[in-house]
């Protein structure tokens, strides 16, 4: 249904005073693939055990046609299509998933990036030679019926080819790709990584942002904005100023739509805070995830759940789809129906934004734009005083999410608490030192195998006992960019510790996952609404990062590994006492 449409029925429902029950416009416009009855009889009658499996099956013929002849066989069965007709209709309409893309051999990918000769042990460099080679299968590219019959498929046209996470996860990501293209770079695949940089870019001059994902049903909710740093990552590597000026004012409409669309005003000691929220209006279930959406819908009152699905996109929009940070002050906790993601000031979010605007800056600086970097540092310097503000705790150490409906932080651990660092996003040369106490505090460094999601077991996999590649990073880069000697050794047994799980499960199963269960020594990961996939582009990518940053102490064998936490503290003994002494 055409957006001026929507916007009229919206207007008529509140006119007529139908109180909470508001109808958000869909996620887009296809009657097939975002809303209305075929995607509801299809879903609901459950032929396939993941629900985004036939979202992502490619029409046979144009959509008016299909819709025509659903039309008329769901008049004709009172619209209860009987479930043997109605496969037989989705088998006759529909292809198989994945007949849009074909494998793609990246024309950069070389034998042996030099990378490879940094790492010391002779069982991690073979490892991530082979790690090397994935990248040429997930290697996808768009067959020309896609550009040409578009209508057909629910994936969004991109010029370039690209890599994609692996799995169920056939199409591009967005907050993935920036792990991905850093594994990319190290492997010496520059040209490959551009070819994905200009397909996001291509996606923002069309859409105004990067939706979540390379579908259709993703077009209204984008993720963590990390375009700006893959930008910096990409410049880092080649230089390529003049791509820079290029695409600098896309880049700069990206961080507009989180202006306009995702900024909060948080009111605190009678001063006004501009910070930003995952945040996505539009209603009806998630298409790729319908039947579990509409079956959780049916536990609450029909007024509450136009804003249940709207809260469900906002935290699959955060990249936590889904985790215990969602859920604080629901009626149940580990309750999805509780869910309050656009309730919440994300850390990590307004530190990705504070690192972006500051990227901002440098860019427009390097291209002699000075009103420009001007402007960017003076939102950096709002935003990081809002991040002192609002966010940073001072006793505890570290930053939270705030409740914007309870007035108060979620004191909770999550790795996402300790962003700014990462981000350099601080303007108090001690924080790492603080952070490094919360962390101990909080028996972070107690854990083994890695860093976990969350203290919290919900049964969802963004929270115990799962953890996660791209938070690893998070602590561990975080830690590592600060001078005190202690913090960078912590750093280094973090990461000698996600290794060894990322290794010893590969040594097993012959396989990446996305994420690992790390209760009981190293295993793919688990809960959540899907099986745990295997690839995987991101955890590929930190492995990576962290062969190349430590290869030459990193070790595939235990005599290094998973020191107990006073072991830990005799490790660090002699820094610790040099930082004392030195104060």
Known sequence: MPGRTWKLCLLLLLGLGLGSQEALPPPCESEIYCHGELLHQVQMAKFYQDDKQFVDMPLSIAPEQVLQTFTELSRDHNHSIPREQLQAFVQEHFQAKGQE??????????????????????????????????????????????????????LIYSEHPFIVPGGRFVEFYYWDSYWVME?????????????????????????????????????????????????DCYLTHTNDTTFLQENIETLALELDFWTKNRTVSVSLEGKNYLLNRYYVPYGGPRPESYSKDTELADTLPEGDREALWAELKAGAESGWDFSSRWLIGGPNPNSLSGIRTSKLVPVDLN??????????????????????ATKYRTLRAQRLAALNAVLWDEETGAWFDYDLENKKKNQEFYPSNLTPLW??????????????????????????????????????????????????????????????????????????????????????????????????????????????QEGFGWTNGVVLMLLDRYGDRLTSGSQLAFLEPHCLVAALLPSLLFSLLSR
């Open 101 to 154: 893309l074909q494998p793609w051999t990246p024309a950069d990918w070389k034998d042996s990036p030099q990378f490879l000769q940094k790492i010391s042990d002779a069982k991690l460099r073979v490892w991530a030679g082979q790690l090397h080679q994935l990248w040429k299968k997930l290697g996808k590219k768009m067959k020309p019926e896609v550009l040409s019959h578009p209508e057909r498929f629910s």
């Open 183 to 231: 594994g990319l770079l190290l492997s010496e695949m520059a040209e490959t990584v551009k070819g994905m940089l200009q397909n996001f870019l291509d996606l923002v001059k069309t859409y105004g942002h990067v939706p979540n994902g390379g579908r259709v049903y993703y077009l209204q909710r984008s993720q963590p904005p990390l375009l700006t740093l893959m930008m």
């Open 351 to 372: 530190a990705f934004l504070c690192q972006a605007e500051e990227l901002m800056s440098k860019f427009y600086s390097r291209l002699g734009n000075d009103s420009q």
């Open 423 to 532: 981000a350099g996003c601080f303007s108090d040369p001690g924080v790492a030192d603080k952070a490094l106490k919360y962390l101990e505090d909080s028996r972070i460094l107690t854990y083994q195998y890695g860093i976990p999601t969350s203290l919290q077991k919900t049964g969802q996999q963004w929270d115990s006992p799962n953890a996660w590649a791209p938070l690893q990073d998070l602590v561990i880069r975080g830690l590592a960019k600060a001078p005190l000697p202690r913090a960078q050794e912590v750093a280094f047994q973090l990461a000698q510790n996600w290794i060894r799980t990322n290794f010893d499960v590969y040594s097993q199963k012959s396989a990446m996952y996305e994420k690992y269960d790390i209760s009981n020594g190293g295993q793919p990961g688990g809960g959540g609404e899907y099986e745990v």
